[in-house]
């Protein structure tokens, strides 16, 4: 079986949330399709380095086990009172109301030290290409 590192040599590394029950509620609800996107601040984005729409990310676990490979399709700049039904839907988290989303991350980014509702974000759009 060829390794995940020759089959995508240039991958990035993701694991979801911050905290390891976090890593592994979101990682899940990736495998299974329900969580098709994701949301980060504008700074952690360029803190981590840019990611390009087709590229591929390693989802990892708590446990640093990897779960699926997966492919940005869009990504959107928008700020943190910007989010909508859809997006908030496709995050998969919670109920998936813009309601909870906005609950969540604001307690999300407040843990960051980054939330403001004019705060800059990028929502990730991808799909999982392949199941690990």
Known sequence: ????????????RWVFGDSPEMNDELAELVVKGVKTATTCS?????????????????VFDSQDNP??????MTMHLMKFSEM?????????EGDRSLHNWQLDHQSFFTREGNFSPDMEM???????IEKL
Not at 42 to 58: A, L, M
Not at 67 to 72: D, K, L, S
């Open 1 to 12: 079986m060829e390794s995940i590192e020759n089959k995508y040599p240039k991958a990035g």
């Open 42 to 58: 504008f700074d952690s984005y360029c803190t981590y380095g840019p990611e390009i729409i087709s590229s591929h990310n390693v």
């Open 67 to 72: 779960i699926c490979v997966i492919r940005i």
């Open 84 to 92: 909508t039904e859809e997006l908030a839907w496709k995050e998969g």
């Open 122 to 128: 990028v929502v990730f759009e991808f799909k999982v």
